[in-house]
């Protein structure tokens, strides 16, 4: 059962990190050549996002609650027992952005609903760059930490 549950997780993380990514090289301000990669990513309606990555981190999160128990007292132990202390600290900065992430939500979808106001684009900007950083940091935390136990076992 936790290990499907690590895997749905998973799915649901790489998700919302693609919908996250997309929407924040949307709303850079690079200017670029109209035809290269990168500026297509403008052409996408970056607001239609916002609901959808709201409710995955939600739901992603609820699965990473589901699975800190496990975390707690099988991974955190072996991982103080090789000493590991640095991956026990990313792993706790990982839960305070993923609090962190928990409150900016409200804030989030709200500057993303429509129509949207051409003033608040700078905070709509800020506010996805910055769920960009803190889901980014949770994904890569994650999946190394994921490896260690898996190489430690």
Do not use: C
Not at 8 to 19: N, P
Not at 47 to 70: D, N, R, S
Not at 98 to 107: E, S, T
Not at 140 to 150: E, K, M, S
């Amino acid at each position: 059962m936790i290990v499907a549950l690590l895997i749905v997780h998973g799915l649901l993380a790489v998700a919302l990190l693609g919908a996250l990514t997309h929407q924040a090289f949307a709303v850079a301000s690079v200017r670029s050549d109209k035809r290269s990669f990168f500026a297509r990513f403008r052409t996408v309606n970056a607001a239609a996002y916002a609901t959808p990555i709201v409710l995955l981190f939600l739901i992603t999160a609820l699965g990473g609650g589901l699975l800190y128990p496990k975390y707690r007292v099988d991974v955190r132990p072996a991982l103080e027992d090789l000493q590991l202390r640095a991956a026990n600290g990313i792993f706790e900065i990982k839960e305070h952005l993923v609090a962190v992430g928990l409150g900016l939500l409200p804030g989030y979808w709200f500057y993303w609903q429509t129509p949207l106001a051409p003033e608040q684009s700078k905070t709509r900007r800020y506010l996805t760059w910055l769920l960009a950083f803190l889901v980014w940091w949770a994904f890569l935390t994650g999946h190394v930490l994921n490896n260690i136990r898996g190489l430690a076992s």
